[in-house]
């Protein structure tokens, strides 16, 4: 079983910046796709990007795309989203995920989804006020 956590949320104003990590203490994640969701009060689950094996991301959500990114550095086992300009609207819940990959072959099939998704973190809260 792969444990999930998520960490660097927090309580940050307009225009501010963040930056979550995902990572499975103990564990190397070299073998998984990561995806990076968030969940609003009273919203349906978001997809913001995923990444591959390779670093290679999928599209961003429009509603980050140019704001946030994702990365992940192999040698810390740790997956990335550095979050610019943050606005009230991305106060959320946010998850990372992952799905193991073969070599060699996208570990997102059908898409930066919730349903390819095999292991979650717990979430990290951000919230954006002034």
């Known amino acids: 079983q792969l444990h999930l956590v998520e960490s660097g949320g927090g309580l940050v104003q307009p225009g501010g910046s963040l930056r979550l990590s995902c990572a499975a203490p103990g564990f190397t994640l070299d073998y998984y796709g990561i995806g990076w969701f968030r969940q609003a009060p009273g919203k349906e689950r978001e997809a913001l990007v995923c990444i591959e094996t390779s670093g290679v991301s999928t599209n961003y959500a429009d509603s980050v795309k140019g704001r946030f990114t994702v990365s992940r550095d192999n040698a810390k086992r740790t997956v990335y989203l550095q979050m610019n300009n943050l606005k009230p609207e991305d106060t959320a819940v946010y998850f990372c995920?992952?799905?193991?990959?073969?070599?060699?072959?996208?570990?997102?099939?059908?898409?930066?989804?919730?349903?390819?998704?095999?292991?979650w973190g717990k979430g990290a809260l951000v919230t954006v006020s002034s």
């Open positions: 995920a992952a799905v193991a990959t073969r070599w060699g072959v996208s570990g997102f099939p059908r898409g930066c989804v919730s349903e390819g998704m095999d292991y």
